[in-house]
């Protein structure tokens, strides 16, 4: 039976392991990295499936699934799929990038969608992003001469993992580190407009009596990353419950945050990082 | 581009080529999902397949991907003893066949039980939200879900 697309078939490698996918590169050094391909799919939407000329497949690299458990940092495969994420049992992947990645499309799109993925989708930076990022999360890429480490700040300044010609994003590492107090909630869903999601997360450690230390961001699509750290930096040390007046303080500060972005946020957003803002520095109470 | 895989248990060789996903070849050559349009996103629900035990919208799996894989379509699937008695407590608590989504969502929840056998009845509620009908079966659903999930457990208990 004949097949229904036209022209000549892309150049498709899979490669079993990152040094046979790294290798790969010099004789292709134009080729593209397909992991999940779900956010490739939603961005060419046609009949066929639009591959790049010349196409890495990772979905056989076993070796880019790994999950490694240190003593001070967890480290995550860059292919590992969303629900390979969810799935890992107890303490060690931080609550609050499972809550991240429980929001995630549908359940069938996170056993495709995968960590790295979503991380170097410009367009999806909102997701996984601003959860590691309070985190303090670490980029490796890697390519045939060697591997660097990308910060999370340096990603949240550029505005995407740039990831040049012959690089893999092969892992994500993640520091221990206790946070008691987990804080998430994202607005809009795969069938939201993209400009009107919405992501608010925070990280709060409370201890004796006292604020200990206070992760805050905000994620707007057309604003990226919002994240006032000499605000968190004032309120670490705080005796809890904050007094109401210190929370006004917050809520103004975070109000003129928004009023700064280069594109306004909407009434609606507004409103919503007020609310979830106010939400946040109510809840610090609970020791 | 002649690919052997594993459908619904049969070993077979199915014609693609590399720019086509799996759904649309599996529609060609394997005369699965006839009477099925797909929102080509992965997420109307109603392309989804079982690709090495895993829930997979195959609208965006690309066919060269599935070499030598298993592939376990939602109608293979009805053809299992799990799927009978999965569906048997689905109507013993009500449901209602809905042309739109009743394969789909059964399809759906049970691998996503498979997965995750653990999930609560709020996940489960999100899982079976995933897949849009206004035809009111959510409820039986979830009910459904909660007394397979305590079906399962009560088996794992009974193995130790």
């Not at chain 1, 931080?94 to 996170?110: D, F, H, N, Q």
């Not at chain 1, 591997?147 to 990831?163: D, F, K, P, Y």
């Not at chain 2, 759904?23 to 999902?33: D, I, K, N, S």
Request: with cysteine.
């Amino acid at each position: 039976m004949s097949v229904a697309v036209e022209g000549p078939p892309p150049l498709v490698y899979s490669p079993r392991s990152l040094a046979e996918a790294l290798a790969l590169f010099v004789p292709n050094p134009q080729a593209q990295l397909f992991a999940g391909g779900t956010a490739w799919h939603t961005e060419h939407l046609t009949t066929s499936i639009m591959l790049p000329p010349v196409t890495l497949s990772l979905h056989l690299a076993e070796d880019l699934r790994r999950i490694t458990y240190g003593e001070r940092s967890l480290d995550l495969g860059g292919t590992l799929s969303l629900n390979q994420l969810l799935s890992v049992g107890g303490p060690w992947v931080p609550s609050i990038l499972k809550e991240a990645a429980r929001v995630i499309g549908t359940s069938a799109l996170r056993n495709l969608a995968t960590l790295a993925g979503n991380v170097c989708q410009k367009g999806i930076l909102g997701d996984l992003f601003p959860a590691l990022h309070l985190l303090g999360a670490q980029f490796e890429i890697r390519n045939l001469r060697g591997s660097r480490w990308l910060t999370t700040q340096q990603v949240a300044e550029e505005g995407r993992v740039a990831l040049a010609p012959g690089e893999i994003l092969t892992r994500v590492r993640i520091p221990q580190e206790d946070w008691p107090q987990t804080f998430y909630q994202k607005i809009g869903n795969i069938r939201t407009p993209w400009d009107e999601r919405l992501a608010m997360m925070g990280l709060a450690r409370p201890k004796n009596g006292q604020l200990e230390a206070l992760r805050l961001s905000f994620h707007l699509p057309h604003s990226g990353l919002i994240r006032i750290q000499s605000l968190e930096a004032e309120l670490a040390g705080q005796r809890l419950p904050l007094p109401h007046r210190v929370r006004s303080q917050a809520q103004e500060r975070v109000d003129e945050a928004l009023n700064q972005l280069p594109v306004p946020a909407s009434i609606f957003q507004r409103d919503r990082v007020l609310h979830m803002m106010r939400w946040i520095l109510t809840r610090l109470d609970d020791d | 581009m002649k690919l052997p895989l594993i459908l619904n248990g049969d070993d077979v060789t199915l014609d693609g080529d590399t720019r086509e996903s799996l759904f649309t070849v599996l529609q060609r050559e394997a005369g699965v999902f006839q009477e099925k349009t797909n929102c080509r996103k992965g997420t109307c629900g109603r392309c989804h397949v079982v690709l090495d035990s895993k829930e997979v919208p195959s609208c965006l799996v690309p066919f060269f991907q599935v070499k030598q894989r298993e592939v376990v379509t939602p109608e293979g699937f009805s053809q299992t003893d799990e799927y009978r008695q999965f569906r048997l407590i689905l109507d013993e608590e009500g449901l209602v066949e809905c042309a739109e989504c009743t394969d789909v969502q059964i399809f759906h929840l049970f691998s996503y039980l498979e997965l995750f056998p653990q999930a609560g009845k709020e996940e489960c509620r999100m899982v079976i939200g995933e897949i849009p009908c206004r035809c009111g079966s959510r409820p039986v659903l979830e009910r459904g879900a909660a007394r397979w999930l305590e079906r399962k457990e009560a088996v794992r208990v009974g193995r130790r």
